[in-house]
């Protein structure tokens, strides 16, 4: 059954950029989609990104984060299942599919082509699950 996000997500995911918008969208549209999701940030402020850093979910003060700038260059979606998880075994196979469909998405030429895509998962320090962001080529 594909997902559709709920007027709360999508209002922050509109704050991406439109690579962002797409792949997400199309992410969870995807009737392979593991889960539902929910997007949890997407344009952060300086006062809503230094308390990210204050909380320690962040560790870049503003307007260092990707999520600083309008529209944001990042990304934090959740699995929902049944609520939002924590639960990495659900953040696994979605970023496959997410990291699935982004290579759908710029083989048929549906990106502006500008960006690498990067998961905050595959780091090796501060893992985040949630995050995703465009980097420059």
Avoid at 8 to 28: F, G, V, W, Y
Avoid at 36 to 50: A, H, P, T, Y
Avoid at 56 to 68: A, E, F
Wanted: aromatic fraction near 12%.
């Amino acid at each position: 059954m594909p997902y559709a996000f709920s007027s709360r997500s999508l209002s922050k995911l509109n704050s991406c950029h439109s690579d962002l918008i797409l792949l997400m969208t199309e992410a969870l549209a995807d009737p392979e989609c593991p889960s539902d999701m929910s997007v949890l940030e997407g344009f952060r402020d300086e006062e809503r990104q230094n308390q990210m850093v204050e909380d320690g979910k962040s560790q870049l003060p503003w307007p260092r984060s990707r999520h600083n700038s309008f529209p944001s260059m990042a990304v934090d979606v959740a699995p929902y299942v049944g609520g939002i998880s924590w639960d990495w075994t659900y953040y696994y196979p979605l970023a496959d599919h997410i990291k699935t469909v982004w290579q759908r998405l710029q083989m048929d030429g549906q990106t502006t082509g500008q960006y690498d895509l990067e998961w905050g998962g595959d780091w090796t320090s501060f893992k985040d699950g949630p995050h995703w962001q465009l980097n420059g080529k």
